[in-house]
């Protein structure tokens, strides 16, 4: 049975601008307590002029059924880090993390820097497939993709977990608990398994 998604990098502006539409209505302010809990929400709120810098460097992967957009993953390089002052103590911490003994901050990796799919259209396997997708368009750049989840969102985590991203570390802010997790694409090429 062939799928009613197409998954593909961003190609136009107004695909940046639905990606704020859906932003917007899964923001946490924007969620009952019960709805968070229970089909997860994104933290932060992007502008347009951010997410064009961003696309610029490098196109984060859209899912569309017909023409409506109805699923992203924003592809945040480390070169984004200065475009959201809301981010830099997150790439802060990265550059002090270590991964398989050596900084994080020496390891081929960019930061996802959200992933969002419309509740009508959640349980299809669109997770897996935005992710899939980063994978295969980003892989010969990248060897690990790395994203912060609040450990609140246990929806967001299992479906991490689920495509292969593994907790690198936690930690505390005056906002939230941080799970940081990460997808090493090296070692499913190379056979071996996340540590």
């Known amino acids: ?12 502006r107004a695909e940046l601008e639905q990606i704020l539409v859906l932003q917007r209505k899964n923001l946490k302010q924007e969620l ?7 089909q997860g929400f994104v933290t ?5 002029p951010e997410l064009e810098r961003m696309h610029a460097l490098a196109p984060s992967i859209v899912a569309h059924q017909g023409h409506e957009l ?15 002052p809301v981010l830099v103590p ?7 993390l270590e991964y398989r003994g050596k900084p994080l901050k020496e390891h081929r990796f960019y930061v996802m820097g ?17 992710y899939h997708e980063h994978r295969e368009l980003y892989q010969q750049r990248f060897d690990l993709i790395v ?15 689920r495509v292969g991203f593994q907790t690198l570390h936690t930690y505390r802010d005056e906002t939230d608990e941080w799970a940081v997790v990460g997808w090493d694409w090296s070692l499913s090429r190379a056979g071996g398994q996340t540590p």
């Open 90 to 96: 997150m790439f802060e911490l990265l550059d002090r």
């Open 147 to 161: 994203t912060e989840v609040s450990v609140r969102n246990h929806r967001s985590l299992r479906a991490h977990e």
């Open 44 to 48: 932060v709120r992007h502008e347009l």
């Open 114 to 130: 959200q992933i969002c799919i419309d509740k009508a259209h959640r349980g299809r396997g669109l997770f897996e497939r935005l």
């Open 32 to 38: 009952a307590a019960e709805e968070m809990r229970s």
């Open 70 to 84: 109805v699923a992203y993953a924003l592809m945040m390089p480390r070169e984004c880090r200065d475009l959201m």
């Open 1 to 12: 049975m062939q799928s009613p998604y197409s998954v593909s990098a961003v190609q136009h």
